[in-house]
């Protein structure tokens, strides 16, 4: 994908993410959190958030460095970024924070200028990821810490095999992917991580599992509540483009094993489902970095 067509995919899906932000926040809430935790942004430090979307991580880095540090979120989404701007607008005054669209792969970030890169879910769409994160690697401090939450793989993430189970007896199996094309799984590998952030420069490599039960849909029954975890399958996240795309029949049908799949995970006060994730850390180190 050239960066223009990341751009314009980015444009389409940004436009879905703003409708549905609040129940995408309340679903990777536990797993922002858990990666928070481990970068562990501190009072004056300056740190970049890398895919920052909406803005949510971004406005919560803000908080925790206070007026005398700074944040930088960059995103190739310009419908996030606006959203993310009037957010960050309407939030307590004072938050020393800025936002620009850019690829973060190939944005000319000033260099060695940031105590901390961090992420949620926005570092696995780089086209050649070694180059993207040699670039983020330049624009940390020596000994600065990169943090980001990325998911493991798609059978691991009831996100996807909980409706592709559901709907497999319906809709032809999908073309085999290759694994490590960019796109939201593709850092499911740690091997693969690993061997990216050391051709990038970085050291101190680790990444942590992290596992934990996402509410995915809320209701004021618990109907309601199974019919909004079918909404947001339908209409958000990896899977729904394939479900999005059946019609008729066939999609009636998917609709009704789908709703029966997120049945089996209704409790009191929601649909709950299993994520799971790696919480990668590693540090810059300027001597290491091969492509400086
Ligand atoms: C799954 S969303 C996560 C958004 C946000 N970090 C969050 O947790 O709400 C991935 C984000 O990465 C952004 N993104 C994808 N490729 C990018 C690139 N090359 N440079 C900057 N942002 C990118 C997308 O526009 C999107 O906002």
Not at 158 to 177: D, G, N, T
Not at 217 to 241: C, K, L, N, W
Request: with cysteine.
């Amino acid at each position: 994908m050239t960066e223009n067509d990341q751009r314009a995919e980015w444009r389409r899906k940004g436009e879905i993410w703003v409708v549905n932000h609040e129940r995408i926040d309340r679903m990777l809430a536990p797993l922002g959190r858990a990666a928070l935790d481990v970068a562990a942004p501190k009072p004056g430090e300056s740190v970049l958030d890398v895919g920052c979307g909406a803005g949510t991580t971004t406005l919560q880095l803000a908080e925790k460095i206070g007026a005398g540090g700074s944040v930088l979120g960059v995103d190739i989404s310009e419908p996030m970024l606006d959203f993310a701007r009037e957010r960050a607008a309407a939030a307590a005054s004072g938050l020393p924070i800025r936002f620009e669209l850019g690829d973060a792969a190939t944005y000319a970030f000033p260099r060695a200028r940031f105590d901390l890169l961090f992420s949620r879910f926005g570092v696995m769409f780089f086209a050649d990821p070694v180059a993207a994160f040699a670039n983020l690697h330049g624009a940390l401090k020596p000994g600065g810490r990169l943090c980001f939450v990325c998911w493991r793989p798609a059978a691991e993430n009831e996100l996807v095999s909980l409706p592709a189970r559901a709907v497999k007896a319906l809709i032809p199996p999908a073309p085999r992917s290759e694994p490590n094309a960019p796109g939201p799984f593709s850092f499911g590998d740690p091997a693969r991580v690993t061997s990216i952030l050391s051709g990038a420069g970085f050291s101190n490599i680790a990444l942590e599992t992290f596992g934990c039960r996402m509410l995915y849909g809320v209701g004021e029954t618990r109907d309601g509540a199974i019919d909004d975890a079918v909404e947001q399958a339908f209409e958000t996240g990896p899977f729904s483009r394939a479900l999005g795309e059946l019609q008729g029949d066939v999609r009636e049908r998917a609709r009704e094993a789908v709703r029966a799949a997120f049945a089996d995970r209704a409790e009191d006060g929601g649909v709950f489902i299993e994520g799971n994730a790696w919480i990668v850390t590693a540090l810059a180190d300027h001597w290491r970095n091969p492509r400086q």
